[in-house]
């Protein structure tokens, strides 16, 4: 997926031409397998760090990926999906004594140089799953990263699908909508963790991951909010499967996998298992010119590169990735841990991945056949109640035993990492340090999303959502430049985000989106009573579509109160038709302008069409009263 050598599959005959070459990967890669040609007794760690990049005055998304990468020329960044993303792929290490700090100090060079490059264009670089200011006219065509392969493969993904990409969420608020692309995909970023195995002991190791993933996952989350909705403790889980599901609704009796899944069963005998079942269940989407004959270079005794194998595999975003590579010409296998997000701190990263790698390398004898004395669907649910809960999530472990997520980790899995590490020689201090970081942060029950979700809970009670949303993302990012745990982070406050130009700018930032809403040709009494009951003097009219036709005022009412003539009950005779309207990113000024000039008290926003918001004269007293008590508290 990131060679820049591979484009769309369009026709039959480049069909059949790559499936030929991928058989003859497969066929390769078994009989290395049987040859041993594999690299043996050697472990190494690796990662990718994906980001985001934010304005530095408004805090929301920056889409300068291209021109930071011109600045940065260094082949360790690359690009991502969206234009406001960015990836770090970090240089492998010898998985024993201080890798884990060398890594650490790899990824803070890298990233105080991604930092620098961003601010020649007003913007900061920010570690965080999902970043909360993202708004819906910033997933747009627009913002796709300018590369063929991009376009080309979001347009196959919608071709297959047929129809709308559907997303609906449910936590603490609710997420339905629909987008007729696969640009939601590129919302979520986060901090994926490779660990070299032995690859005739690949189906045993990976398994093990899989029965850990959702513990591991359960302590790590850091993706709580998106589109200003709070969904799941890791909603990068549901919103990337969603945002590429394939699936369609005609074809729901199937049993069919989404191409973003946790998997549908143990592997078997080998990593044969995986790759077959890759290439049994999903369609083929891309292919690559880039061929060779890896029967002839395994008789020349050469480790071929299996493109064909690579690049398809690549299409298949399994939270337990296989990945094949190859290392001063010997042949090796990993497996790459995808469910960790980015954030909140480098050090909280890099703890995450020393807790994964030394749980894999520290897999006790008794867990070795894993798939003897736990059920795959328990490991399979698991994983989806960890998204949904976090550390607040309980499982089903070996032999149906029911046990919360944090007596899990604490009384198993932690003790299995600390034996893994030591086993590997890690230095004492990093066990410590790293290993103390995630036991603090079980016992303060203070992951990256709960601290999200407690700071925009508190901000909500002084502030607007938008206010909330954007306070903090930037007390996010101000904390992470002390590369702290998040444990030990104090909570956001309203002033992280700066003056009035960040919080108060556009109408989307103060405008209610907690809307009451009437139909047309409903009673006039229905009306007045819920403007009494809610104490509003407002009412946005829509039709049986939904479509916004009127408005209904407190002035209205009087007026025809007043009559006393009153031959007329619906909502339809005395609404105010064609109401004034602004979109979300009108300016806060340019609105005011507006109920000034038509002398009105209400703006309603609208977004291609739709109702989203509206912000009344009440809103704009509220914000006057917040700048006058900033500017007499200075």
Request: proline fraction near 3%; glycine fraction near 4%; hydrophobic fraction near 40%.
């Amino acid at each position: 997926m990131g060679s820049e050598k591979v484009s769309i599959l369009k026709d039959s005959e480049s069909r059949i031409n790559f499936t030929k070459h991928l058989l003859k990967d497969v066929e390769a890669l078994e009989i290395m397998l049987e040859k041993g040609m594999f690299e043996k007794g050697i472990q190494r760690i690796g990662a990718e760090q994906e980001l985001c990049f934010v304005n530095r005055k408004s805090w929301l998304p920056a889409p300068v990926a291209m021109e930071v990468l011109d600045v940065l020329k260094d082949e360790h960044y690359t690009t991502e999906y969206l234009k406001f993303n960015l990836e770090i792929n970090l240089d492998p290490h010898v998985f024993t004594g201080d890798c884990f700090s060398i890594l650490e100090k790899d990824l803070d060079f890298y990233l105080k140089k991604a930092e620098n490059a961003a601010n020649q264009f007003d913007a900061h670089i920010i570690q965080v799953g999902v970043l909360p200011t993202i708004r819906r006219s910033d997933i747009t065509f627009e913002n796709l990263t300018p590369l063929k392969r991009y376009r080309a493969l979001t347009e196959k993904l919608r071709e297959l699908r047929g129809s709308d990409f559907e997303f609906r969420i449910e936590g603490t608020d609710e997420l339905i909508t629909k987008d007729q692309t696969t640009l939601f995909e590129g919302c979520t970023t986060s901090f994926q963790v490779h660990f070299q195995v032995d690859a005739d002991e690949f189906a045993t190791a990976y398994n093990w991951a899989q029965a850990v993933l959702a513990p591991v996952m359960a302590v790590a989350t850091n993706s709580p909010i998106f589109l200003g909705k709070r969904l799941w403790r890791e909603s990068r889980i549901a919103l990337f499967q969603q945002s590429i599901d394939t699936r369609k609704e005609s074809e729901s009796f199937r049993e069919e996998s989404a191409r973003v899944c946790f998997g549908n069963e143990w592997l078997k005998s080998s990593v044969l298992d995986y790759y077959q079942d890759n290439i049994s269940r999903f369609q083929l989407l891309l292919k690559t010119n880039q061929y060779e004959d890896p029967l002839e270079m395994i008789e020349k005794g050469l480790a071929p590169k299996l493109r064909a194998l690579n690049v398809h595999s690549g299409t298949v975003y399994k939270w337990n990735r296989a990945c094949y590579g190859v290392t001063d010409g010997k042949p090796h296998m990993r497996i790459e841990n995808r469910v960790f997000p980015s954030g909140p701190s480098s050090i909280d990263q890099i703890a995450n991945a020393a807790l994964w790698i030394g749980i894999m390398n520290g897999m006790p004898a008794k867990y070795a056949n894993i798939s003897q004395n736990m059920e795959f669907d328990h490991a399979k649910s698991n994983f989806l109640k960890a998204a949904k809960l976090g550390m607040g999530a309980s499982f089903k472990w070996v032999n149906g035993k029911e046990i919360s997520s944090v007596d899990l980790l604490k009384n198993e899995l932690l003790p299995i990492s600390r034996a893994g590490l030591e086993k590997a020689n890690i230095d004492k201090k990093d066990i410590d340090r790293f290993l103390g970081i995630i036991e603090e942060r079980i016992n303060t029950s203070i992951s990256g999303s709960q601290w999200q979700l407690d700071s925009f809970n508190k901000l909500r009670k002084e502030g607007s959502k938008d206010e909330a949303i954007v306070a903090t993302t930037a007390a996010l990012f101000q904390r992470q430049q002390d590369n702290i745990p998040v444990h030990d982070w104090s909570l956001a406050k309203l002033s992280d985000a700066g003056d009035w130009r960040n919080r108060y700018k556009y109408v989307s930032q103060i405008m209610s989106t907690d809307l009451f809403t009437v139909r047309h040709d409903d009673l006039l009494d229905f009306v007045s009573n819920i403007m009494n009951w809610r104490k509003i003097r407002h009412i946005p009219v829509e039709n049986e579509k939904g479509q916004l036709v009127g408005l209904i005022t407190s002035r209205n009412l009087i007026k025809y109160l007043s009559k006393r003539n009153r031959d007329v009950e619906s909502v339809e005779s005395i609404m105010t038709k064609n109401p004034v309207t602004v979109s979300p990113d009108t300016s806060v000024l340019e609105a005011l302008r507006l109920m000034l000039d038509f002398n009105i008290g209400y703006l309603l926003v609208l977004r291609d069409t739709r109702l989203v918001g509206i912000i009344t004269e009440h809103d704009l007293v509220k914000i006057t009263a917040r700048l006058l008590e900033e500017e007499t508290n200075r």
